[in-house]
């Protein structure tokens, strides 16, 4: 009764519900999370403990401490990336949903390719924009025969998310050239979603991205996944500085700040290395890979920590309740896609967990 409309347009997250079920099992095979496995590197936690004790514990100022967005600036400036100015927000989803309050118009359309993260769809939608979908399957690459007829008058943004979720998927630089292309000549902001940017295992220099190819764009990133700070809620947005100012005004109003001691923490785990945690992650990536290739359609991730299977007979719903029955926790496709012949591993698990869980694929398979 007390509801609003914008209630009717999201629904509870389809991996939350897969989450929870794991949560209860008991020893579950719980390949279903979008969370690293290892914890907060130690210096990193003393890092905030110290000041926590030295009394950095009241209101930051709203766009993020200083030496943060400085040191997140130069670091972006390094790496190619256009970055007039950069704000702190409260995670990427954060971060996305602020960039989406002072660019989107009632009626704007997003476009967001399929398979993709669930949270652009639903932020979309609560802001009244609609969400666009353009296809990527097979291999999960972008095309442009499939992004062009998907553009009207009313399109505002394309998200793109390389490496990506739920796929592994990295954009090659032709991809994003095509994207960077296309949204020049049709006047579109583009939003690039590079919070996996560190996990990739296909060469040694990181892969390219948006924000190296055009200015109407803005990065995403954040210390969720590389430092495994999921709950510590810090990430960021670098881009063109009368957008980063208006989500500064914005950020006032809706989260006040983010977490003092969490931006604290962030500027030393900037510095901190995480190859050989990457370095783990490729392995238990041909893990996986090497383990169900011959029983599944597949293409092999090359980036973030999921695989993206194809089933046998085509319905992930109904081999993630099978699945379940194994006490194998896995998502289906259908949360992050129009089509639901596809199920999403996370090898985010240690090495016996993938093993077990492999043996339960095949056996399903
Ligand atoms: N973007 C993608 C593609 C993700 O997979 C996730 C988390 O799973 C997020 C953003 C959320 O990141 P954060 O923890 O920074 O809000």
């Not at 476009?111 to 291999?139: A, K, R, W």
């Not at 194809?310 to 109904?318: A, C, N």
Request: with cysteine.
């Amino acid at each position: 009764m007390w509801l609003a409309q914008r209630v009717q347009r999201v629904r509870p997250s389809g991996v939350r519900k897969i989450f929870d079920l794991a949560r209860k099992a008991k020893d579950p095979v719980n390949m279903s999370l979008g969370e690293p496995d290892f914890d907060v590197p130690v210096p990193i936690k003393e890092e905030a403990v110290e000041w926590t004790r030295k009394g950095f514990n009241k209101y930051p100022p709203s766009g993020g401490i200083p030496e943060l967005r400085e040191k997140l600036s130069a670091y972006l400036k390094a790496r190619g990336i256009f970055c007039e100015d950069v704000v702190i927000t409260p995670g990427v989803t954060g971060g996305i949903l602020l960039a989406l309050m002072v660019t989107l118009d009632p009626g704007d359309e997003v476009l967001i390719p399929d398979p993709s993260f669930v949270m652009y769809e639903y932020q979309t939608s609560l802001l009244g924009g609609t969400p666009v979908f353009f296809d990527t399957y097979p291999d999960f690459t972008l095309r442009e025969e499939l992004l062009r007829p998907a553009i009207t008058k009313k399109t505002k943004i394309i998200i793109i998310n390389s490496p990506n979720n739920p796929t592994g998927a990295v954009c090659s630089r032709e991809e994003l050239e095509m994207v960077a292309r296309i949204a020049r000549e049709k006047n579109i902001l583009l939003f690039s979603d590079d919070i996996y940017e560190r996990f990739f295992y296909e060469g040694e220099s990181a892969p390219p991205c948006l924000g190296q190819l055009c200015e109407n764009v803005l990065t995403f990133g954040g210390f969720s996944k590389t430092w495994g700070m999921t709950g510590w809620r810090v990430g960021y947005v670098a881009g063109p500085k009368d957008i980063i100012d208006a989500m500064v005004t914005m950020l006032q109003y809706v989260f006040s700040g983010v977490h003092s001691v969490s931006q604290k923490a962030a500027v030393f785990a900037l510095d901190h290395p995480m190859d050989d945690v990457i370095e783990a992650y490729r392995r238990k990536r041909d893990l996986i890979y090497d383990g169900i290739r011959d029983r599944f359609r597949v293409v092999k991730p090359k980036g973030a920590y999921y695989i993206f299977p194809e089933v046998p007979g085509g319905d992930g719903d109904s081999f993630v309740e099978r699945a379940l029955a194994h006490n194998l926790f896995i998502i289906p496709g259908s949360v992050f896609s129009r089509r639901k012949s596809h199920v999403r591993i996370s090898f985010a698990a240690s090495e016996p967990v993938i093993v077990k869980g492999i043996e339960i694929l095949r056996s399903l398979a």
